[in-house]
């Protein structure tokens, strides 16, 4: 990665957003070869390096500089963002695109025998997620003092396990929440995955990349249409 003329791209090493990420690269021409373990990847065909992470980390390596895009939902984007605002960092980075993909939905989801009249019943409540930022402004915009209950895995559990009184997580077809005796109440932040850039002028050579690739991303998406 000490080459800084070639264009750095971070993306999810594997995940929901990995295989939608490396199609639309290759849709638009990047030829990429891929070694499953190694967490860099190098084009054949374009200066381009792929930083493979957890996508957790994604957000951070944009907002830092330490790569030019990324590659993220706007569920963790967002997230990340509050979590460095309340730590007094900036967070700077431009969206280029919305993609057509990683479309989810973070919503509040409750046991199926909770009496359940709006978050104003969720008052002195435990709620687990692995959002906090996002469902504590949730909280503060509605007024409603409840507690949000980190949990970065089986948050769908936590309910049945006595850990918290409902969940905030993220969904897509709901089969998750059923299967766990659950239901979908308020959705708080509707994502999709998104390309993001940097802040700051990136050398005259990666932004005309860039400018390059654009248009090619909006015809893939306008082909899938
Ligand atoms: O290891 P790493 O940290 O990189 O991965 P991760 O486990 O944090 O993330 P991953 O791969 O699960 O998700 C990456 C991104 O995909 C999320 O941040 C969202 O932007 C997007 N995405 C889209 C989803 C879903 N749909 C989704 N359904 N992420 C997670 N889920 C999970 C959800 O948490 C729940 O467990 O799927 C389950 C629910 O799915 P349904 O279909 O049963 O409703
Ligand atoms: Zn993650």
Redesign the pocket.
């Known amino acids: 990665m000490s080459d800084t003329t070639r264009l750095r791209i971070a993306i ?6 990995s295989d939608d990420s490396i199609s639309l690269l290759k849709a638009i021409g990047v030829k990429l070869q891929i070694r499953d373990r190694l967490l860099i990847a190098h084009s054949t065909n374009e200066p381009i390096d792929l930083l493979r992470v ?3 980390d994604i957000p951070g390596l944009v907002m830092d500089g330490v790569v030019d895009l990324g590659f993220i ?4 984007l967002e997230e990340k963002m509050l979590e460095r605002a309340a730590a007094n960092k900036p967070s700077d980075f431009k969206t280029l695109r919305r993609l057509d993909y ?3 939905r973070l919503s509040i989801a409750v046991p199926n025998e909770l009496d359940y009249q709006g978050v104003q019943s969720l008052e002195g409540k435990k709620v687990a997620t692995t959002y906090p930022y996002l469902l504590e402004r949730f909280f503060a915009e509605k007024g409603v003092n409840a507690q949000a209950v980190m949990l970065t895995g089986s ?2 559990v936590a309910p049945r396990a006595g850990v918290a009184d409902a969940i905030c ?9 059923e299967a766990n005796g659950l239901h979908e109440e308020d959705v708080i932040f509707s ?1 999709k ?1 998104v390309l993001i850039q940097k802040s700051g002028e990136l050398s005259a050579d990666k932004q005309a990349m860039i400018n390059r690739f654009l248009p090619r991303i909006d015809g893939v998406m306008q082909a899938k249409e």
């Open positions: 999810q090493k594997s995940g929901r957003l957890r996508d957790d939902g706007e569920n963790e990683g479309g989810c948050v769908e997580d993220l969904v897509s077809t709901g089969a998750t929440l994502s995955a």
